[in-house]
């Protein structure tokens, strides 16, 4: 299938095929982690309102909707296989629009980061580099079915995380913040290795080596959940061993409860990955969010 992004050189896309491009539902998971940072540095968050409110703001829309169109726009030619009724393989957003678009949120979300102070534009400016290192040519770490998914846990949940820790602390978080939000980034390579399964033909067309393309269906699947529990049984040890056993009890039950979702994700990785990605997941950022009370409680 050809893609038709460059058929309308002069048209301009319409706000809503602007925003279906920036994809607001993958806007939640750095939000989230951004608010869980916040939660972790025992900070009150009256204290410096303005910062919470612009750090959302720029984890979710700004930052995590610049690395949508990015992405839409590097892999418009693997849409065109997998899903062509995305607004570029669909020719709804004409031209090069998807790559405009792209750069222009790359700038502004470097301008509007000046406020947060260096610890928040550094780590703005780290955000901006992966989403164009995990798509663009040549490096396209998306690519690999170990780098990638890494790349993308890590802007999702770990880097938000500290980014939310350092801003409100107005320094670099405490040592116990940041292996927490490590650890939770590395198990969100197993939550990205679940969402390749739904571009698993696409991938092994073009030559995007996905865990579910390399390892295939069952193998990738049992090895994502792998990823995801072992770092939450970690956390669970830490938070015990910090003096935060109520904490840690609900970290162990939520895994507990990922567990058995688990285990039904395994009788159909393919089909059930989906299903998995809209409960599995929610009970691991509701542990993040139990961790970073803990941790606040910790300051």
């Known amino acids: 299938m050809s893609v038709s992004h460059d058929i309308r050189l002069n048209a301009r896309p319409h706000p809503r095929v602007v925003l279906e491009l920036l994809k607001p539902v993958t806007w939640f998971p750095p939000m989230w982690a951004y608010m869980c940072g916040v939660v972790s540095s025992g900070v009150p968050i009256t204290d410096r309102f303005g910062a919470f409110a612009l750090g959302v703001v720029l984890a979710g829309p700004v930052v995590c909707g610049m690395s949508q169109a990015a992405n839409d726009w590097c892999d418009r030619h693997v849409d065109a296989i ?96 940041v292996v927490i939000a490590l650890l939770y980034a590395i198990g969100a390579h197993g939550i990205m290795t679940l969402n390749d399964f739904k571009a698993l033909e696409g991938d092994a067309q073009t030559g995007v080596r996905s865990l579910p393309v390399t390892l295939g269906p069952a193998r990738a699947a ?74 606040g409680g910790m300051a």
């Open 82 to 177: 997998n899903e062509p009724d995305r607004p570029i393989p669909s020719g709804r957003m004409p031209g090069r629009w998807g790559l405009w678009i792209a750069l222009g949120m790359s700038l502004f979300a470097l301008l509007i980061a000046l406020p947060l102070g260096p610890w928040g534009w550094g780590a703005t400016l780290v955000a901006v580099l992966c989403a164009w290192a995990y798509s663009a040519e040549p490096v396209r770490l998306k690519k690999s079915g170990w780098w990638g998914p890494g790349l993308v846990g890590l802007c999702y949940e770990g880097l938000p995380w500290f980014t939310g820790a350092a801003v409100m602390s107005a320094g670099a978080p405490r040592w116990e913040i």
């Open 222 to 295: 049992r090895l994502a959940c792998a990823i995801m529990a072992a770092p939450q049984i970690i956390v669970i040890a830490l938070l015990a061993s910090w003096g935060a056993p109520w904490h840690a009890g609900i970290v162990a039950l939520l895994l507990a409860a990922q567990g058995a979702a688990m285990l039904r994700l395994l009788r159909d990785p393919k089909g059930l990955a989906p299903w998995y990605n809209a409960t599995g997941v929610m009970l691991y950022v509701l542990g993040m969010l139990a961790s970073a009370f803990a941790l």
